[in-house]
């Protein structure tokens, strides 16, 4: 039989979360560092959860198969099953010893039993004064029908016996917006208990009239898989109002998985079962916390224990801005990139605010998909437009989990007299594009800033990602040609620069790596470098796969999903891939055709996934400066070069390159920046 040379997509996205929690493990990582990625690696399984596998279970029943290795949605159910369960495993073990770890420093997640006597009588007190007046209890009957369980919620449930030794199921709400979820019980706050097992040790007090068989914690996730365009429909007369009304319904979406804590008998659980609609396949058992998110609060108990935590970094001025000059007149002399985090956001702040004040600045067009709560992005927007700009926004209503913080932001945009549009139907925008039009002494003059990750402060020091502005009409034009397409409701047909999916990206892509491929054929060498998140479109995995077969070189780094398998003999050993995970979520795309002087590069919007490639509205630009073509040449020699945080994938198995590694690539970028800052006053 054939080597398959495809993974799947959700079990390669699995292996990914699974580097995510061996940063947990890894001693060599801070301790509160390492409480933070085993809280990271729950947050990602969740939206996994939600998003990945509501969406399988919507075609569990079909026979269809997917394009790469042939699996229907329920085969897929089955074995993301059962890695959950390993995942699990793995996560309960190292969240125990973490907790090990603490107690050198005096922190210990308690129970009730764990307490002195004094203690016991204080907590006791707080039940009664602060909790139990704020509980609602439920006894499930035939006049108190099960009630509904919130998406990600705490619940206690309790098996109860009456006196005619009927069995009853008690249900109790662990949060509700007043109870605070971590209750100190030293003075320090190193000590403490947990809100749902203060809630779960008293439940005998609160069912006072039965007796408690069993008890646990249960939580339970519901599909968040909304299709925002296919609820809302094409005739509506205020799209937004209508994804507002959508995004309701996501609540109430039927449950994917239920999680407990303790032994529940399996009548209960059965029980639980039909309530529920779910088989008992999708029930999972953890002997951690049903949620990890406490533990940041645990971090700031520590945070006089420096040797706990990261060194302290932030980003640095970039030796390519002088900061007292215009952005304006700077980008016009030259080319500009930015890499994030290492160099600080603020010089791109500051052109958007000069622009908004500058009386030759015509208009500012941008494309708006994630921001931060407090943007000073939008404030700039906003004085734009009241300083008389024209400003055109394009604000991505179905960024998914982000759709109610850009509903409030359209709406502010829309207050201070800025021109909103939502994209096109069908088609997410997910570039990261800003146009500003200046209308100069002879001419038209375009300045052009193109990204990899999205508008957003916050995200821009945890984040790797570059910004590139230029002032080359060129690119301008075609700039403007996608804001006046996405204006008028339909997409870029023709570019000579810029990649502009869905219609000019993956087919310029196919054309640059068969550019490689007829290198090899004239007797020269071929070469080809990605960095990208994820690798899932068939199309171009196999166009690579063709091109190592035919003697291109091919170098990959790819962070999370890679559907290609690398390293297999006779098929794809021509093909290097490598995963980064570490203290910067890798965010940067970087496509590379050619070696040295003759490389064509890009970064870019798009990973090469279907939904990026050709269902999306993304944007790539080429590097045409020189100086700023060799730094980031250097940087992705820097990433292949990684032997501290790299693992490197051979037929689907990630390992780590070595164990005494020498070079960390995100920390060599950060000494660089600092050192670039020092050197540049």
């Not at 190292?94 to 002195?116: C, H, P, Q, S």
């Not at 602060?130 to 006894?139: A, G, H, N, T, Y």
């Not at 791109?348 to 407090?374: C, G, Q, W």
């Not at 994938?649 to 005494?660: A, L």
Request: with cysteine; proline share 2%; glycine share 6%.
């Amino acid at each position: 039989m054939e080597k398959m040379l495809y993974d799947n997509r959700e079990l390669s996205w699995l292996k990914f979360n699974k580097r995510v929690l061996e940063e947990a493990e890894d001693k060599r990582n801070p301790l509160c560092e390492r409480l933070s990625f085993v809280s990271i690696f729950q947050s990602n399984l969740d939206e996994f959860t939600m998003v990945r596998v509501g969406s399988l279970h919507a075609g569990e029943f079909s026979e269809a198969r997917e394009n790469k290795t042939g699996m229907t949605c329920k085969e897929q159910l089955t074995e993301i099953g059962k890695e959950i369960k390993k995942l699990l495993e793995y996560k309960d073990n190292i969240y125990e010893g973490l907790m090990k770890e603490l107690e050198t420093y005096g922190v210990r997640e308690l129970r009730f039993n764990d307490l002195t006597e004094e203690e016991k009588d204080k907590v006791w007190k707080y039940f009664e004064q602060e909790v139990r007046p704020f509980l609602s209890p439920q006894i499930v009957g035939k006049r108190q029908p099960f009630p509904f369980l919130k998406n990600q919620e705490i619940y206690a449930v309790v098996e109860l016996k009456t006196k005619s030794n009927n069995k009853k199921i008690g249900i109790i709400p662990c949060s509700n917006g007043v109870l605070k979820r971590v209750i100190p019980v030293s003075a320090d706050g190193r000590r403490f208990m947990l809100m749902e097992e203060l809630i779960l040790h008293f439940v005998g007090e609160i069912f006072d009239r039965y007796l408690v068989e069993s008890k646990s914690l249960i939580r339970i996730l519901r599909n968040a898989d909304i299709d925002v365009d296919e609820a809302v429909g094409d005739d509506e007369d205020d799209y937004r109002k209508a994804v507002e009304e959508v995004l309701k319904t996501r609540k109430r979406l039927a449950p994917l998985q239920l999680y407990f804590t303790r032994v529940m008998d399996d009548s209960i659980i059965v029980r639980m079962c039909d309530y529920l609609m779910l088989n008992k396949s999708q029930i999972y058992h953890s002997e951690a916390p049903l949620n990890l998110s406490f533990l940041f609060q645990i971090q700031d108990t520590l945070h006089d224990q420096k040797e706990l935590f990261f060194e302290r970094r932030i980003p640095q001025k970039s030796p390519m801005i002088e900061e007292r000059r215009s952005m304006i007149e700077q980008i016009k002399e030259k080319d500009i990139l930015l890499s994030y985090p290492y160099e600080s956001m603020r010089p791109f702040l500051h052109l958007l605010n000069e622009a908004a004040s500058d009386p030759a600045v015509v208009s500012i067009k941008m494309t708006l998909y994630r921001l931060a709560n407090n943007s000073k992005i939008v404030e700039a927007l906003v004085e734009a437009a009241e300083n008389g700009k024209e400003v055109i926004v394009l604000v991505e209503l179905r960024a998914r989990f982000d759709e109610e913080n850009n509903i409030r932001w359209s709406k502010q945009l829309e207050d201070a007299g800025c021109r909103v549009i939502y994209g096109l139907s069908h088609l997410k925008v997910h570039s990261k594009l800003c146009l500003i039009t200046r209308k100069g002494k002879e001419q038209i003059e375009y300045i052009t800033q193109i990204g990899t990750g999205n508008y957003n402060e916050k995200t821009s020091k945890i984040y790797t990602d570059y910004t590139f502005m230029t002032s080359m009409s060129e690119i301008g034009v075609e700039a403007g040609m996608i804001f006046n397409c996405l204006s008028m409701g339909r997409t870029v047909d023709e570019t000579t620069h810029l990649l502009v999916a869905p219609n000019c990206l993956r087919n310029k892509i196919l054309d640059l790596i068969q550019g490689e491929i007829d290198k090899v054929k004239d007797g020269g060498q071929g070469y080809i470098g990605l960095k990208l998140n994820s690798l899932t479109d068939k199309v171009l995995i196999d166009k690579l796969i063709e091109a190592g077969q035919k003697g291109v070189k091919i170098q990959m780094v790819v962070r999370g999903i890679c559907c290609l398998l690398a390293g297999i003999e006779g098929k794809t050993d021509n093909i290097e891939v490598i995963s980064i995970v570490g203290r910067y979520l890798e965010h940067s795309r970087i496509y590379i055709f050619g070696k040295e002087k003759e490389a064509k590069v890009y970064i870019a919007s798009a990973d090469f996934m279907t939904r990026n490639t050709i269902k999306r509205v993304e944007v790539a630009a080429p590097i045409y400066d020189e100086a700023i073509k060799d730094r980031i040449l250097e940087d992705f020699s820097v990433y292949l070069a990684d032997d501290v945080k790299a693992r490197q994938q051979i037929d689907g198995t990630y390992v780590r390159k070595g164990k005494e590694g020498k070079i960390n690539a995100q920390e060599y970028f950060m000494e660089r920046a600092y050192k670039n800052a020092s050197e540049n006053g």
